[in-house]
């Protein structure tokens, strides 16, 4: 993680959750991918919804540094995006499990649709940090003893977890023409 490249210091870095790092990360990408130049965003009406719902890392590091707090929060996933690149659209946070990317792609098209942001990010991010979670949903019988999600099938018998990053970059129809996008 080049936290240099973030304007974060090396201490602050330090107890960040992982999650964050990689949803800037994404994030960055993301919009080099759609040729949008991140300085170009400053200031500009540009939404992000972020869909997150594991605290491993919080719970690992409770009240062990000041920058724990803003490391760790979930509530800082998309506020940290949205100030590190100065953006000036809704920036909110989605739970709700493991739905909660779809949801933020449904949030983020609705605000382009009334006009709230004229760009969206939209995102969710999931690192699997502490195996108290998989022992809990083991015992619970939530996951697929094959570890495979089977949804809506005769034979499905669970979920399986996984961990990863994805930011989309969205915009609406016409303004991706009039900007050649």
């Known amino acids: 993680f080049d936290a240099g490249f973030f304007g974060i210091s090396p201490r602050e870095a330090q107890w960040m959750d992982p999650q ?3 949803l800037l990360e994404v994030a960055i990408e993301a919009l080099e991918q759609a040729n949008l130049p991140v300085d170009g ?3 500009s009406r540009t939404a992000v919804y972020v869909g997150a719902m594991n605290q491993d890392y919080a719970t690992l590091h409770q009240n062990e540094d000041v920058y724990a707090a803003t490391g760790s929060e979930a509530s800082f996933l ?14 909110m946070i989605v739970g709700t499990a493991c ?8 949030l983020a098209c609705q605000a382009l649709r009334t006009k709230e942001c004229d760009v969206a990010l939209s995102g969710g991010v999931s690192l699997i940090l502490r195996p108290e979670s998989n022992a809990m949903l083991t015992k619970m019988q939530a996951t697929a003893p094959d570890g495979l999600s089977k949804t809506f099938d005769a034979t499905a018998d669970g979920f399986g977890r996984g961990e990863g ?3 989309l970059v969205l915009k609406r129809l016409a303004d991706a023409q009039r900007d050649g996008d």
């Open 20 to 22: 964050q790092q990689l």
């Open 41 to 43: 965003l400053l200031g």
């Open 78 to 91: 998309a506020g940290r995006l949205s100030y590190l690149l100065g953006l000036r659209g809704p920036s």
């Open 99 to 106: 739905s909660s990317s779809l949801v933020t792609t449904h």
């Open 165 to 167: 990053c994805g930011v």
